[in-house]
């Protein structure tokens, strides 16, 4: 066994230098400048950079998330306040009282539709609003149209309409208490609805943006906000839904409502002047702020101050559009005739430059805000802010649809060409409610089809965004409002159909140039108790459309009746359409429709109605739109 030797040598203390005491080697490496712990200044500030980058981004990581929550919660909520005015409009449509065939017949109580179309389209916004500083249109795309109105009789579901009216109504008394005028809720099985848009008013010393503020202040009309760059054109709209009960059973055994004079002297349910306003005008708006009933202005020849006593409407009452919510008689200067029964409507807005601005005192904008509940009643009848549109569409059935080639000029594709529409083609189909339409039809295309929801009288609204038509062009459907013949004779100013002018929804002079005087293109159910009433409805020498012969002997007493020489056609008497006497002595015989005094404004039963809302959240900018679409054709 081989045996080692170790060769290290173990030290003894008394071999070990101060030099090698352990005990002393820390102390060395301290005088030499090393250290045992901390950091110095240019760590600490590194360190605390890095530790702000990540706040920083923490905080940016939680503002995107917070953002997103923010935004999530608005889309719901304005799909919520969507869905809740759709559902209140299908609803409505899906309960109306009379099918849309026009004319109706009062004897049936029917009660009515009525539509209007403005002028303002989501073409109006996308192309014709140029802002300040010369920039290019399109900016204010979010907006569409705006002025359409509808109006109509529905009857409840499970819950019935309530509304407020004075005590003194439900009584059937006379006032004679101040308690007597204090209002009280009452509920009905069927209503009369009204639903448009207001400009959002300025809060120039109205910080409620209260209508009536403006009614009071010296220039008496309402000023509605005009602060982004688009001058001329309202920053936003409110969407209103007034409800007026169908109550004939309040009226008095003389059929109107009872009435009297509060203690500050103001005349409760009566027809009364407004000072400032525009009467016969707003005649009716005090009596349809201190009740929520469907009424009607009683003529009273005999009262000088033009103070007509009120009635209650029912379903037949509604057939006459003179009795309907917010409608009037305007009378016609330098005659003692007036219109038909019309919409109190104010001044057109600036772009729609095309329509009457007001020359017979009722406009072709938006309802008057005389009629919008105000006061303490502020907000009562308020569906919806921050609206954007509110566009009615009717189905046309013969409207034509165009087809038209792309960018690169031809149907179809290069491998292809012809095929309209071929998979892989930059092919068009159009219709009037696309702003290429009026293009197309002077350019390249090809018929495809029929039918589509379209604005009323939505000719004119092609000339008016800068279209050309000619006899050739087709643009004579149903609801087009134009018509083949009148445009041969007139040329497109006064290419109006017959219907038209013989409701009364146009009037213009008879004679180049076709100046308007009024405009208000409107799907109605009208009436047929025109044509048995005892008055004439006939056309004056010197206007195109039919008016009220006589018809302002009750609005201004002490007024002689316009002579013979007057009318246009000198053989019209009252009711020719209906007396058994062929008076214009045509070949069509006796009572023919040459001899009818009126016509509904566009005569064919309607085959659809879609509704398109839009609404913004201020907030996010978030927008949204829905439709609630109603078809007529079961019916």
């Given at each position: 066994?081989?045996?080692?030797?170790?060769?290290?040598?173990?030290?003894?203390?008394?071999?070990i230098?101060?030099?090698?005491?352990?005990?002393?080697?820390?102390?060395?490496?301290?005088?030499?400048?090393?250290?045992?712990?901390?950091?110095?200044?240019?760590?600490?500030?590194?360190?605390?950079?890095?530790?702000?980058?990540?706040?920083?981004?923490?905080?940016?990581?939680?503002?995107v998330?917070?953002?997103?929550?923010?935004?999530?919660?608005?889309?719901?909520?304005?799909?919520?306040?969507?869905?809740?005015?759709?559902?209140?409009?299908?609803s409505?449509?899906?309960?109306?009282?009379?099918?849309?065939?026009?004319?109706?017949?009062?004897?049936?109580?029917?009660?009515?539709?009525?539509?209007?179309?403005?002028?303002?389209?989501?073409?109006?916004?996308?192309?014709?609003?140029?802002?300040?500083?010369?920039?290019?249109?399109?900016?204010?795309?979010?907006?569409?149209?705006?002025?359409?109105?509808?109006?109509?009789?529905?009857?409840?579901?499970?819950?019935?309409?309530?509304?407020?009216?004075?005590?003194?109504?439900?009584?059937?008394?006379?006032?004679?208490?101040?308690?007597?005028?204090?209002?009280?809720?009452?509920?009905?099985?069927?209503?009369?609805?009204?639903?448009?848009?207001?400009?959002?008013?300025?809060?120039?010393?109205?910080?409620?943006?209260?209508?009536?503020?403006?009614?009071?202040?010296?220039?008496?009309?309402?000023?509605?906000?005009?602060?982004?760059?688009?001058?001329?054109?309202?920053?936003?709209?409110?969407?209103?839904?007034?409800?007026?009960?169908?109550?004939?059973?309040?009226?008095?055994?003389?059929?109107?409502?009872?009435?009297?004079?509060?203690?500050?002297?103001?005349?409760?349910?009566?027809?009364?002047?407004?000072?400032?306003?525009?009467?016969?005008?707003?005649?009716?708006?005090?009596?349809?702020?201190?009740?929520?009933?469907?009424?009607?202005?009683?003529?009273?020849?005999?009262?000088?101050?033009?103070?007509?006593?009120?009635?209650?409407?029912?379903?037949?009452?509604?057939?006459?559009?003179?009795?309907?919510?917010?409608?009037?008689?305007?009378?016609?200067?330098?005659?003692?005739?007036t219109?038909?029964?019309?919409?109190?409507?104010?001044?057109?807005?600036?772009?729609?430059?095309?329509?009457?601005?007001?020359?017979?005192?009722v406009?072709?904008?938006?309802?008057?805000?005389?009629?919008?509940?105000?006061?303490?009643?502020?907000?009562?009848?308020?569906?919806?802010?921050?609206?954007l549109?509110?566009?009615?569409?009717?189905?046309?059935?013969?409207?034509?649809?165009?087809?038209?080639?792309?960018?690169?000029?031809?149907?179809?594709?290069?491998?292809?060409?012809?095929?309209?529409?071929?998979?892989?083609?930059?092919?068009?189909?159009?219709?009037?409610?696309d702003?290429?339409?009026?293009?197309?039809?002077?350019?390249?295309?090809?018929?495809?089809?029929?039918?589509?929801?379209?604005?009323?009288?939505?000719?004119?609204?092609?000339?008016?965004?800068?279209?050309?038509?000619?006899?050739?062009?087709?643009?004579?459907s149903?609801?087009?409002?134009?018509?083949?013949?009148?445009?041969?004779?007139?040329?497109?100013?006064?290419?109006?159909?017959?219907?038209?002018?013989?409701?009364?929804?146009?009037?213009?002079?008879?004679?180049?140039?076709?100046?308007?005087?009024?405009?208000?293109?409107?799907?109605?159910?009208?009436?047929?108790?025109?044509?048995?009433?005892?008055?004439?409805?006939?056309?004056?020498?010197?206007?195109?459309?039919?008016?009220?012969?006589?018809?302002?002997?009750?609005?201004?007493?002490?007024?002689?009746?316009?002579?013979?020489?007057?009318?246009?056609?000198?053989?019209?008497?009252?009711?020719?359409?209906?007396?058994?006497?062929?008076?214009v002595?045509?070949?069509?015989g006796v009572?023919?429709?040459?001899?009818?005094?009126?016509?509904?404004?566009?005569?064919i039963?309607?085959?659809?109605?879609?509704?398109?809302?839009?609404m913004?959240?201020?907030?996010?900018?978030?927008?949204?739109?829905?439709?609630?679409?109603?078809?007529?054709?079961?019916?």
């Amino acid at each position: 066994m081989i045996a080692f030797q170790s060769s290290v040598r173990l030290a003894t203390p008394s071999t070990i230098s101060a030099a090698d005491s352990p005990a002393v080697k820390p102390h060395r490496r301290a005088r030499r400048g090393f250290r045992t712990g901390g950091f110095t200044l240019l760590e600490v500030l590194i360190a605390t950079a890095v530790t702000l980058l990540m706040m920083i981004s923490l905080a940016q990581m939680f503002k995107v998330i917070g953002d997103s929550m923010q935004q999530g919660r608005s889309v719901l909520e304005l799909n919520n306040r969507l869905r809740s005015v759709v559902y209140r409009l299908r609803s409505d449509l899906d309960n109306l009282t009379v099918v849309p065939a026009p004319p109706a017949d009062p004897a049936t109580g029917p009660g009515y539709l009525q539509v209007f179309d403005g002028s303002t389209t989501d073409y109006t916004a996308a192309t014709k609003l140029i802002p300040t500083g010369g920039a290019l249109p399109g900016a204010a795309s979010r907006f569409g149209d705006v002025d359409d109105i509808l109006m109509a009789t529905v009857r409840a579901g499970d819950v019935w309409f309530t509304g407020k009216v004075p005590q003194f109504v439900l009584l059937k008394i006379a006032p004679t208490d101040p308690a007597h005028f204090t209002p009280v809720s009452i509920a009905s099985q069927h209503a009369e609805v009204a639903v448009f848009l207001q400009p959002l008013v300025s809060n120039d010393g109205n910080p409620n943006r209260d209508p009536g503020f403006f009614l009071t202040a010296p220039l008496k009309e309402a000023a509605y906000e005009d602060t982004d760059p688009f001058v001329g054109f309202p920053d936003s709209f409110r969407l209103y839904y007034r409800t007026l009960l169908i109550r004939p059973d309040l009226n008095l055994a003389s059929g109107v409502l009872p009435s009297g004079v509060d203690g500050s002297g103001d005349d409760w349910l009566k027809s009364v002047p407004l000072s400032g306003l525009p009467s016969p005008l707003c005649d009716m708006a005090t009596a349809h702020q201190q009740c929520d009933l469907s009424i009607r202005r009683i003529y009273d020849s005999s009262d000088n101050n033009v103070r007509d006593e009120i009635a209650a409407n029912s379903l037949e009452d509604l057939t006459d559009p003179a009795n309907r919510f917010a409608h009037v008689q305007v009378p016609l200067p330098g005659t003692v005739s007036t219109t038909m029964p019309v919409l109190a409507l104010g001044a057109r807005l600036a772009v729609n430059a095309g329509d009457p601005s007001g020359t017979l005192q009722v406009g072709s904008g938006f309802l008057h805000p005389a009629f919008v509940l105000r006061g303490i009643r502020s907000g009562e009848d308020l569906l919806a802010s921050d609206v954007l549109a509110f566009d009615i569409k009717l189905f046309d059935p013969d409207v034509p649809l165009l087809g038209t080639p792309g960018g690169d000029g031809t149907f179809g594709t290069t491998s292809n060409p012809g095929a309209l529409g071929w998979a892989g083609s930059d092919d068009l189909i159009l219709s009037p409610n696309d702003p290429g339409y009026g293009p197309a039809l002077n350019g390249t295309y090809q018929l495809v089809g029929t039918g589509e929801y379209v604005d009323l009288a939505w000719a004119k609204k092609l000339v008016d965004h800068g279209g050309n038509i000619s006899a050739t062009t087709n643009v004579w459907s149903p609801l087009s409002g134009f018509s083949l013949a009148n445009f041969n004779i007139n040329g497109a100013a006064g290419a109006y159909t017959y219907a038209l002018f013989k409701s009364g929804s146009v009037l213009m002079a008879s004679a180049s140039p076709f100046t308007l005087h009024l405009l208000q293109p409107t799907y109605d159910t009208y009436t047929t108790r025109y044509e048995g009433d005892g008055v004439l409805q006939a056309e004056l020498t010197s206007r195109a459309g039919v008016c009220r012969v006589n018809g302002a002997i009750s609005l201004y007493p002490g007024f002689s009746g316009d002579d013979r020489s007057f009318l246009s056609e000198n053989w019209r008497v009252p009711d020719a359409g209906t007396d058994g006497i062929d008076n214009v002595g045509s070949l069509a015989g006796v009572d023919d429709t040459l001899e009818l005094e009126t016509s509904p404004p566009f005569p064919i039963p309607l085959r659809g109605l879609k509704i398109s809302v839009r609404m913004e959240d201020p907030t996010t900018r978030q927008v949204k739109q829905m439709s609630a679409t109603k078809e007529f054709v079961s019916q």
